[in-house]
């Protein structure tokens, strides 16, 4: 490696060892940086706000703030009253799907998608931090006695339909623990 706009030349050890110093220096600032980077994302989160990151369904991103969208909030509330009532992501979906309910892209929901968003307690007024959760400023949709509800709720994890067009005459019959 030679450099013609710096006095870099590895062909000799002084070269060699000015430019590890300087690769070492970058490292260091590049490290350094990251540190500043999520020590101040965790301060944000202690104090309540939002880091960024994509919106979660149901709020709006205004000014850096969570604030609740009257639009897609109703659906919220729908998707969790409706997986208490049965506890089967299927049922939620096909639920969704029936009463015209799409998620933010305009399409229909999937099933790992409304399993992750069972999950999120940005719902119930708290921001994620790494794995830490701290009290957000931002209003929660849902409360936390319904939120719990659903929680503990174990989901039913029937057979997916198979794509195949045999007939199995035991499929289904036998569960593993």
């Not at 350094?32 to 149901?58: C, E, F, H, S, V």
């Not at 000014?63 to 969790?80: G, P, R």
């Not at 799907?97 to 007024?125: E, P």
């Amino acid at each position: 490696f030679a450099s013609v706009s710096q006095n870099f030349d590895t062909s000799n050890s002084i070269g060699r060892l000015s430019l590890n110093m300087v690769m070492s220096f970058s490292q260091f600032e590049r490290e350094m940086i990251a540190d500043r980077i999520r020590d101040k994302m965790r301060q944000r989160a202690q104090k309540g706000l939002w880091n960024g990151r994509r919106t979660p369904y149901g709020y709006k991103n205004i000014n850096k703030q969570l604030v609740i969208d009257e639009n897609t909030a109703s659906t919220v509330k729908f998707i969790f009253q409706c997986y208490v009532h049965n506890p089967s992501i299927s049922y939620v979906r096909e639920q969704l799907h029936s009463h015209g309910f799409y998620n933010s892209k305009g399409k229909l929901w999937s099933k790992t998608a409304l399993y992750h968003f069972l999950k999120n307690k940005v719902y119930i007024g708290l921001i994620k931090c790494n794995e830490n959760y701290y009290e957000g400023i931002h209003e929660p949709i849902i409360d936390k006695e319904l939120f719990e509800k659903a929680q503990s709720l174990k989901p039913n994890r029937s057979h997916v339909k198979s794509r195949s067009h045999k007939v199995y005459l035991l499929k289904g019959l036998l569960k593993c623990k």
